[in-house]
């Protein structure tokens, strides 16, 4: 397992760009399962007040400075194309907190230019893998030690 995957699923708070309201759509399932697993979710969606109990935010810009200071990973369920923007805000907040120390794009989602971004700012990066999945896969292989 890679150092950004392994950094990214021992993290606390976890921030995720648009998680969907929709209990069926997979934004959701994954934070649900990651919110279920011991991580704070904070949701960014500018269409929802709440999802999953947690107050929703526009973009990663509009979080309260508590949470920018505490911020560990971005996850990203965004469309390849959006996620550069997603990319340059989290690069902010790192410049200034120095955190998030780990972007992460969901299964499907591939953008160089974006990690090319995250890493000249100071952050790990991850593409095309589901948080979920690792750490389920973490969990197992840490089951059998």
């Given at each position: 397992m890679n150092d950004a995957i392994q950094r990214a699923l021992n993290a606390k708070l976890?921030?995720?760009?648009g998680l969907s309201k929709n209990p069926s759509k997979p934004s959701h399932e994954v934070a649900?399962?990651?919110?279920?697993?011991?991580?704070?979710?904070?949701?960014?969606?500018?269409t929802a007040d709440?999802?999953?109990?947690?107050?929703?935010?526009?973009?990663l810009v509009d979080l309260p400075n508590n949470i920018k200071r505490e911020?560990?990973?971005?996850?990203?369920?965004?469309?390849?194309?959006?996620?550069?923007?997603?990319v340059k805000e989290a690069a902010q907040i790192h410049h200034d907190y120095l955190r998030p120390s780990v972007v992460w794009m969901q299964l499907g989602i591939i953008n160089e230019t974006a990690a090319n971004?995250?890493?000249?700012?100071?952050?790990?990066?991850?593409?095309?893998?589901?948080?979920?999945i690792e750490h389920k896969r973490m969990a197992t292989k840490n089951s059998h030690l």
């Open positions: 976890i921030a995720v760009v649900s399962y990651l919110s279920a697993n011991g991580f704070k979710i904070i949701p960014i969606n500018p709440f999802i999953l109990g947690e107050k929703s935010y526009n973009s911020l560990d990973v971005v996850d990203i369920f965004r469309r390849s194309e959006d996620v550069p923007l997603v971004i995250a890493r000249a700012a100071g952050m790990a990066v991850v593409m095309d893998r589901c948080m979920k």
